[in-house]
């Protein structure tokens, strides 16, 4: 049976809990978490997390893999993260093409260079990991603002990974957009140079605009019409595919970002025959 592609999801954030106990709203088709942020929470916390994991499907979208450090693999911390998915289920499990830790945690998303060796190495590590959790590893093309030692164009080295390690990609479209003003490519061009049949699914969200040529992805902000126009064009280019709204800080009401989910169903039935459109 063929997977639905028309799927819509939403962050969940540990403020939600109490306003999702009772009735989750029925436009988000799935939810997504970083592990890092629910491991070591038992008691209440845990229990209202496997409530809900036990009523709606959930992606995990880490945080702190590191896939890119040259510090060896955490294959313990890698062992917990496969014990978490399956304690809920859960068989997606997401990261960033990028490092943050380097003889100690970085705290912040780090630039991996794009080299052939690096494409080589980052591919061992992916390996590693999906041998632990017994899953495919889902690669998520990230921002970024310099790009150290570059001999590849970040579409070339995105690529290669993805060949290379034969993982999934988490196509973030935001991503996309705030790389192409930050360094001065055609977003659409790269879009479409994103190889289909290894989107698992996507991420789109809002970010801050630091000047007219530099943009900050924070996810904290409404996504803007330009990255609603990429969303549009993935999904003529590529299909409709499951895709999530990130929303990490300035995090308004439900219903607010309902608006934006219903915004994301309502690309996706533009795409899809009648019959595929939700009811």
């Not at 992606?59 to 890119?68: C, P, Q, R, Y």
């Not at 062992?79 to 978490?84: E, M, Y």
């Not at 308004?252 to 608006?259: K, N």
Request: aromatic share 8%; hydrophobic share 40%.
């Amino acid at each position: 049976m063929t997977k639905a592609q028309n799927l819509v999801g939403l962050g969940l954030r540990r403020e939600m809990l109490d306003e999702l106990a009772d009735s989750l709203p029925e436009q988000v088709d799935f939810w997504e978490i970083a592990p890092e942020n629910w491991i070591p929470l038992g008691g209440g916390y845990g229990r209202k997390l496997r409530a809900l994991t036990s009523k709606r499907p959930f992606k995990t979208h880490g945080l702190s893999l590191s896939i890119g450090s040259p510090d060896p693999l955490d294959t313990e911390f890698v062992k917990t993260v496969k014990a978490f998915l399956d304690l809920h289920g859960i068989e997606d499990y997401s990261e960033h093409l990028s490092y943050c830790s380097a003889d100690g945690h970085l705290y912040d998303l780090m630039p991996i260079p794009f080299t052939e060796e690096a494409v080589k190495y980052v591919a061992e590590r992916v390996r590693q990991v999906q041998d632990i959790i017994e899953r495919p590893l889902i690669l998520e093309n990230v921002s970024y603002y310099a790009a150290p030692g570059q001999e590849l164009s970040e579409q070339e080295f995105t690529l290669a990974v993805l060949q290379e390690a034969d993982c999934k990609l988490l196509l973030d479209v935001n991503n996309i957009y705030v790389n192409s003003v930050n360094h001065g490519y055609d977003a659409e061009s790269f879009l479409k140079a994103m190889p289909t049949e290894r989107i698992a699914y996507a991420h789109i969200a809002g970010h801050y605009n630091e000047a007219e040529d530099l943009i900050v992805d924070t996810h904290g902000a409404d996504v803007i019409e330009p990255v609603w126009e990429l969303l549009d064009r993935a999904y003529a280019c590529h299909g409709v595919f499951p895709t999530l709204l990130e929303r990490d800080f300035n995090i308004p009401p439900m219903q607010v970002l309902l608006q934006e989910v219903n915004r994301i169903h309502a690309l996706q039935d533009k795409h899809l025959p009648a019959l595929g459109k939700r009811a």
